[in-house]
């Protein structure tokens, strides 16, 4: 098992537009950037978590190809938070109207704004602390629901604005509540 590498950047100081040329110079691999700047290097998931990953965004995509209210995206998807983390959550929605609001070069490029929702899967290489740490750090710049998937304990921690976080024990379903309405999400694909 690999855990992922943060790196110290202070005296560099690496621009937006440095590290967006880091990623794509560099595919095989996945970097996200703290608010303070240190460079992490996360190791490539493995054939089972990259499945169910895969299952998620399907079943998000295909909510959303009915209800056409947003944008998904997949973990390769790069988001500029307001607090000027770089993140690549594993699933993330976005509603038209912010889609809209952006120019086509702003869509090339990682996306300078934070997910109304987002969904960590937590995969056996990761340690759940991190993972805690990065759901508080999205709701803290403006998403409005964020799960958090521990396959390993079957526990869900949802992540809401303004309140507690709460854990689930090994539930079937979770609902999209009013962030993504009509949304079921199919655990029993996921455990």
Do not use: H
Request: aromatic content about 8%; hydrophobic content about 35%; proline content about 6%.
């Amino acid at each position: 098992m690999v855990d992922s590498v943060q790196i110290n950047l202070d005296s560099l100081n690496l621009t937006d537009e440095q590290f967006y040329q880091i990623c794509q110079d560099n595919r095989d691999l996945r970097f996200e950037k703290n608010a303070k700047g240190d460079l992490i290097i996360m190791p490539p998931t493995g054939g089972e978590t990259g499945e169910r990953n895969s299952e998620i965004n399907f079943q998000i995509q295909l909510w959303n190809k009915e209800y056409k209210l947003g944008k998904v995206f997949d973990s390769s998807t790069g988001f500029k938070l307001p607090n000027g983390a770089d993140r690549s959550p594993d699933a993330s929605w976005i509603p038209l109207e912010k889609w809209d609001n952006l120019t086509p070069k702003q869509r090339q490029k990682f996306l300078s704004l934070c997910p109304d929702f987002v969904i960590e899967l937590c995969s056996p290489s990761d340690s759940l602390k991190p993972l805690q740490e990065k759901m508080i750090e999205y709701i803290e710049n403006g998403t409005k629901l964020g799960w958090l998937i521990n396959r390993k304990d079957k526990k869900i921690e949802i992540y809401r604005q303004g309140r507690e976080v709460e854990i689930l024990d090994n539930p079937n379903t979770l609902l999209g509540e009013n962030i993504l309405p009509n949304f079921v999400l199919n655990l029993e694909l996921i455990w």
